[in-house]
């Protein structure tokens, strides 16, 4: 069946450092894939997504490209901020409107 | 996108009741959903909130469990019933946009004593 593998947190990483977190799946057909971000204590805010192979989504410096020979989505950001702590999950959109999140990866930026 | 609320956004419950959650949006939407979110895991889908009919559960998910209401296209409940510590949870509502994407409430973070 179709399910999402990210790499395991917590990520810890200084301020300006480069960021890349690791997601991968597995589908029937070509879904769309999304990255959701969530602060601590909020519930989850769509930061990106791509529909088709070859798309990148990009917002807030955060961009991942669709690459369906690798059937990745990985999360990149040139320059972390410290109010870029929060935990990042990668989402698979099946059967239409359902979806299934990755595990969660955590990010804490130290100063 | 839209503005989704919850209330309440925290409760504390004893074992054995029920706790009836709300989900408000800002404008009418056809696709609601609810999820749950258990500490430290990631999100599962418990169901759909269908207007006008019944909802449609996931596996492992039963009405008896998880009663839900839709009474119109802005407005769904979640009641979590006969609850136990394994209840304990963050349960998201969500809405559909219209690049499928899904749109996520600020949750509400339940503990069963």
């Known amino acids: 069946g179709d399910s999402v593998t990210q790499m395991e947190g917590p990520v810890t990483l200084s301020e300006e450092a480069f960021l890349t977190i690791n997601c991968t799946y597995t589908?029937?057909?070509?879904?769309?894939l999304f990255w959701y971000v969530q602060y601590p204590g909020e519930g989850l805010q769509l930061l990106l997504k791509a529909t088709k192979a070859d798309d990148k989504g990009s917002n807030k410096g955060f961009e991942a490209t669709y690459r369906k020979e690798t059937t990745s989505f990985h999360l990149e950001k040139g320059s972390v901020q410290v109010s870029d702590s929060a935990v990042y999950f990668c989402a698979l959109l099946y059967n239409f409107n359902k979806f299934y999140f990755g595990s969660g990866t955590k990010l804490n930026v130290k100063p | 996108s839209a503005v989704i609320s919850q209330k309440p956004s925290r409760d504390i419950c004893q074992r054995g009741t029920s706790l009836t959650i709300q989900c408000q949006v800002d404008s009418q939407v056809t696709m609601m959903f609810w999820y749950r979110q258990q500490p430290g895991q990631s999100l599962t889908l418990i169901a759909t909130?269908?207007?006008?009919?019944?909802?449609?559960?996931e596996s492992g998910f039963v009405i008896d469990k998880f009663p839900i209401s839709r009474p119109n296209l802005t407005f769904s409940t979640l009641t979590v019933s006969n609850m136990s510590p394994e209840d304990s949870s963050i349960y998201l509502c969500?809405?559909?946009?219209?690049?499928?994407?899904?749109?996520f409430g600020p949750g509400t973070r339940l503990t069963v004593l």
């Open positions: 589908a029937t057909g070509y879904p769309s």
């Open positions: 909130a269908n207007q006008g009919s019944e909802a449609t559960y």
């Open positions: 969500s809405v559909g946009g219209e690049s499928n994407e899904q749109f």
